[in-house]
């Protein structure tokens, strides 16, 4: 199964706008057979099959590497909520000259992250703090210090760029990962939350449809201006009184 799931990715990556070495791909392999082995004893994902991990969580997080083709070696990401490590590690891996911070507040997927940084030999480039974005968004080293921020699966994009932008500096790119049955309403709220957040919906990028096997877009949020003091709220502040709502 893991050859065929690196199989797809040698076939697939380059049809979403990300060049692999056969030494990343290598790297990407490690990664799989990592995470099934450890979603053995501890569940990190619903369905660890290498084939079935490629094809629905590895391709969908390097489509963003079409619209990270203007990085330069000093760039930095931040990665919320980031999970069993999609889409921070396959970033990590696919463009090197990245420093990646991942926020996870689940330690069992922590743990793994950590573990896997040192055995893919990243721990260097790769930062893993287990922490609510929440409260790491106050840390003055933190917060307004990253080029790129991104977002798979955390919620709808109120909430993201309420997470998201006061980690960015002005200027910088939030990209959320949305399915294109989502779009309409995303956009609706997006209107309405990130004026207030200091960002602006600047695109949307479609990547390959058939190459992904589902569609999917990503909303380009670029932020121009500081984001408010008082954002982030509290999570129980979010959920009670989202800003599009």
Excluded: W
Excluded at 165 to 182: I, V, Y
């Amino acid at each position: 199964m893991l050859e065929a799931a690196l199989d797809v990715v040698r076939k697939k990556a380059p049809l979403v706008g990300a060049t692999l070495t056969e030494s990343q791909i290598e790297l990407l392999g490690v990664f799989l057979s990592e995470l099934a082995a450890y979603n053995e004893h501890t569940n990190l994902v619903s369905n660890a099959d290498p084939l079935v991990v490629a094809r629905e969580h590895v391709l969908d997080s390097l489509s963003l590497c079409a619209c990270l083709t203007d990085l330069n070696s000093s760039c930095r990401l931040v990665d919320i909520g980031t999970g069993a490590g999609f889409p921070a590690i396959v970033l990590a891996i696919a463009l090197p000259n990245l420093a990646v911070l991942a926020i996870e507040s689940v330690g069992k997927k922590t743990r793994f992250l950590q573990s896997l940084a040192d055995r893919l030999n990243i721990s260097q480039r790769l930062e893993v703090a287990n922490e609510r974005a929440e409260s790491l968004a106050y840390d003055p080293s933190l917060r307004g210090s990253f080029d790129i921020a991104t977002a798979r699966a955390v919620g709808k994009i109120d909430v993201i760029a309420e997470l998201a932008l006061p980690f960015l500096k002005t200027g910088g790119r939030l990209l959320a990962q949305k399915s294109q049955a989502q779009l309409d309403e995303e956009r609706r709220r997006a209107a309405i939350a990130l004026p207030v957040l200091g960002g602006e919906l600047t695109e949307i990028v479609i990547p390959n449809v058939e190459a992904l096997e589902r569609e999917h877009v990503v909303l380009i949020v670029c932020k121009k201006s500081a984001t408010p003091k008082q954002f982030p709220r509290t999570p129980v502040q979010i959920k009670r009184m989202p800003l599009a709502e």
